[in-house]
């Protein structure tokens, strides 16, 4: 009963949250741009380019959120093969891709003024690499594999395997001598950065997960779908 309901209780609400979440996400960021672009001041050593970090930060965190819901419920998949779990990972991968490019290019501006350089093989970076490549490995086995369990399984190994990459992402900084600040914010301290900055920072950062959720909603009823008619197509 489980594995029936919970995909279409998400498919019963989608069309009434798009529209509210199309809304919000208007309104959200265009006051977080506004925020992030004239409210908030430059910083003391880097002036304005700092404000590359409002884009920046909050793709970063999303690029991992996504990958590490991917690899746990890639781990579940395994234990309980709940047929709804590796559709709703099929779903969040590619915008979870998307937030890593964005994560990898806003990071390669913000560091040409601040290092010199565009682009230099700092361990947060490199590992930011490696995430983008897992993403891109998760979604090409889907997309080339035609067997929904062979897909599905090794999809699922590849997600797995990319959980390990998550740690090095998060403590590179603190590991190893790198280019890249420490993080300003984190859950066991109170946050190095100022409240005139942090503040369009969260608010950058609520936008975008109402992209992110309004992408997933529509590319996991799509999914669905598609399973659904397989499923039929099978049957005959």
């Known amino acids: 009963m489980f594995k029936n309901f919970f995909p279409n209780k998400i498919l019963s609400l989608s069309n009434n949250l798009l529209n509210s979440l199309l809304v919000y996400l208007i309104l959200v960021m265009f006051l977080g741009l506004i925020y992030s672009l004239y ?46 779990i590796p559709l709703m990972s099929k779903s969040l991968a590619p915008v979870g891709c998307t937030f890593t490019l964005i994560s990898i290019v806003t990071g390669s501006l913000w560091g040409k003024p601040t290092w010199g350089t565009w682009w230099a093989w700092d361990a947060r970076l490199t590992s930011m690499v490696i ?30 395997i990319g959980l390990l990459n998550l740690p090095v992402i998060k403590y590179s900084v603190d590991w190893w001598n790198t280019l890249h600040q420490p993080s300003s914010i984190t859950l066991t301290s109170a946050p190095t950065i100022h409240y005139s900055m942090l503040i369009p920072l969260i608010i950058m950062l609520a936008g975008m997960i109402i992209y992110l959720l309004i992408i997933f909603l529509m590319k996991y009823k799509t999914e669905t779908i598609k399973f659904k008619m397989n499923k039929i197509k099978n049957k005959k």
């Open 39 to 84: 409210i908030s001041p430059p910083d003391y050593i880097q002036g304005d380019s700092v404000r590359i970090m409002y884009v920046h930060v909050p793709s970063s965190f999303i690029s991992l959120a996504c990958f590490g819901i991917i690899g746990i419920a890639s781990i579940l998949n395994l234990v309980f093969k709940i047929k709804f």
């Open 131 to 160: 995430l983008l490549l897992f993403y891109f490995g998760y979604i090409f086995v889907w997309k080339f594999v035609s067997s929904f369990n062979k897909a599905n399984k090794i999809s699922s190994i590849i997600a797995i």
